[in-house]
């Protein structure tokens, strides 16, 4: 009996001390710059940058991972989906070339040659497999992208026409699932600045912002977009980020707020009385109605706010916030929306048992039907979850995109299926 308790006990630690340890902030930083047509000079100080930054806000967890082919882009990620399993934060860096075709956006490890537009599939990584190995983050799923670069495999690839139009930088992609944001170094189909420096304009101004203690990471990501676009206006195209997804109204910030003096206990007050009223926090006021008009959101809330706080940190918040509303597009590049600006799509009837589609956004060159169908792989994890597929088995379904077939990877590296639309 005494032996099965002491094993009873000792599972029982085991467990706690993993929940423990999973409970917590998790980040991987990717740095690909040695590609045989051509290295990126910046990327491994990005990311060198970026730890110092992590490890500096007290991350649990920080992974670092440069120069990697293809096997060892899919195993770093293996090995931080398995870290991030628990995680209240997950984050992951990447800096190095990006591609997108058809709409969907790849990764390119330093081993990739991309002779032809089929090879990108077999050759590149998948973002989905990307956003994968941040799912089992309950607070926040972070990934940022600083791969738009000029890219030379562009220029290089043949086109075999079959697969969609291969795009300048990366294509618009929704976060697929909830408190999950990806952050972009520039808008849909432009090309993102290496940099003269020593990190790109984009690291350099996530450095600045995005660990800020208890600042809020779409208000830090916000503050690295106007950086950004400061620094790159004079080359007469500014480069502007931008970010997709969707997070509660909660704070929530990379770094926890710095530690304050504890309020007064009630000895250390002095009595209230006629003369003496009750002493307050003037912050909380300003506090809650900076929060109410960034829940409006318009120019006119922020000139009210402003109007009656026009001094201090808040004010200093909203001036900020007011002057983002108030700039013109620049260069003729979309402006970055928030979940309520963005339009809604009109409602389409869905078959009861078939659920819904996923939101993303593609760049087919076929119908207008085919242009808007979503991403086949991404789709496919809504009909069948990933583990559903009996090895060997080939899955087909009619949904209201046309016929949805998938065929199971023999390879056994990147995704586990290869999908495919068919009119």
């Not at 005494?2 to 980040?27: D, H, N």
């Not at 829940?295 to 922020?302: D, F, R």
Request: aromatic residues 6%; hydrophobic residues 40%.
């Amino acid at each position: 009996m005494s032996r099965r308790l002491t094993a009873i006990a000792a599972l029982l630690f085991c467990l706690s001390s993993g929940l423990a340890e999973a409970a917590g902030r998790v980040a991987l930083l990717i740095g690909n710059g040695a590609y045989p047509v051509g290295a990126l000079a910046n990327t491994g100080r990005d990311v060198a940058a970026m730890r110092a930054a992590f490890e500096k806000a007290g991350f649990d967890s920080v992974q670092v991972e440069t120069d990697l082919d293809r096997h060892g882009l899919l195993r770093a990620l293996d090995a931080f989906e398995a870290r991030a399993r628990g995680a209240e934060i997950a984050v992951v860096f990447y800096s190095g070339h990006g591609v997108e075709l058809g709409g969907s956006n790849y990764l390119v490890p330093t081993d990739a040659r991309l002779a032809t537009d089929r090879d990108v599939k077999y050759e590149a990584v998948a973002l989905d497999d990307v956003l994968a190995a941040t799912e089992g983050a309950s607070r926040l799923k972070l990934v940022i992208l600083d791969a738009c670069r000029d890219n030379p495999f562009v220029a290089t690839m043949q086109r075999a026409g079959t697969r969609g139009r291969l795009g300048r930088g990366l294509a618009r992609a929704e976060a697929p699932l909830s408190n999950m944001l990806i952050a972009y170094a520039t808008a849909p189909g432009q090309v993102a600045a290496d940099g003269t420096g020593a990190n790109s304009p984009f690291t350099e101004a996530l450095v600045r912002h995005i660990v800020t203690p208890g600042l809020d990471v779409r208000i830090a990501l916000g503050l690295v977009r106007d950086d950004v676009v400061a620094a790159t206006r004079q080359t007469g195209e500014p480069q502007i980020p931008y970010q997709t997804g969707s997070v509660g109204g909660a704070l929530v910030a990379l770094a926890p707020a710095t530690e304050t003096a504890p309020p007064p206990t009630t000895a250390d007050r002095p009595p209230v009385t006629e003369d003496r009223p009750p002493v307050t926090d003037p912050e909380s006021a300003m506090r809650a109605d900076f929060d109410r008009t960034r829940a409006v959101g318009t120019a006119a809330a922020w000139d009210i706010f402003l109007k009656r706080h026009p001094s201090g940190f808040y004010a200093d918040l909203a001036r900020a916030e007011r002057a983002k509303l108030a700039r013109p597009d620049a260069a003729g590049s979309p402006k970055p929306q928030t979940a309520n600006d963005r339009p809604k799509p009109a409602a389409k009837p869905v078959a009861a048992t078939r659920p819904a589609a996923p939101k993303t956004s593609t760049r087919g060159t076929g119908s207008p039907e085919a242009g808007s169908r979503p991403d086949p792989l991404s789709y496919s994890k809504v009909l069948w979850p990933p583990f559903s597929q009996v090895p060997g088995q080939t899955l087909s379904a009619q949904t209201r995109y046309g016929r949805l077939t998938c065929i199971p990877n023999p390879g056994g590296m990147g995704p586990r299926r290869h999908c495919r639309w068919f009119d």
